[in-house]
């Protein structure tokens, strides 16, 4: 039965544990701001499963609360200063970061970036299910986010020729 229970598991110590590392986690996150965890590059998504691999290492194992603490701070202000950085620096956020790449051009699907993207054509039309597309001749466009998203910009109505802003595609790349 020590597999499920055993006297020597050190439940109050958990539970504070989780206390104060969620206590922790809100505060830096609200010195750093909302992006902390955002999805918007590959870095951003590490930077998540890293901060998750701390939380649980310091409250499963001989990780102490304070170094914990300081691993999370520590992964705060390195995300922190790579935003400001990417800010400032074209060249910086573009090696760190995947360029969106588009997927279909109105109701033309993009075949070769599908293939470089890994992307099956099913997956796309399962997007375009999600989006409630009723026919291909309402997308404008489908576009692989950087985030690993697919997002479908479409008329909402296949009767209506509705005005499609060139500038939303700003930044995503036409070949890979």
Known sequence: MDWIYST??????????????FVVVIILTRIVGLR????????DFAFTVAIGSI????????????????????????????????????????????????????????YENLKFARIQEEQVI??????NVLNYDQVFAVILESTGDISVLHSANAD??????????SGVRTKP
């Open 160 to 169: 209506k020729n509705e005005r499609f802003d060139k500038k939303l595609l």
């Open 126 to 131: 399962a997007k375009l299910r999600e989006a």
């Open 8 to 21: 020597k598991d050190p439940l109050l110590q958990t539970l504070v544990g989780c206390l104060i590392i």
């Open 55 to 110: 939380i649980s290492s310091t409250l499963t194992s001989s990780t102490s609360l304070a170094h914990g603490s300081t691993a999370i701070a520590g992964l705060l202000l390195i995300m922190f200063l790579f935003s400001y950085l990417q800010r400032k620096s074209k060249s910086l956020s573009n090696a760190i970061s995947n360029a969106p790449l588009l997927l279909m051009d109105g109701p033309t699907i993009l």
């Open 36 to 43: 902390a965890f955002a999805k918007f590059t590959a870095y």
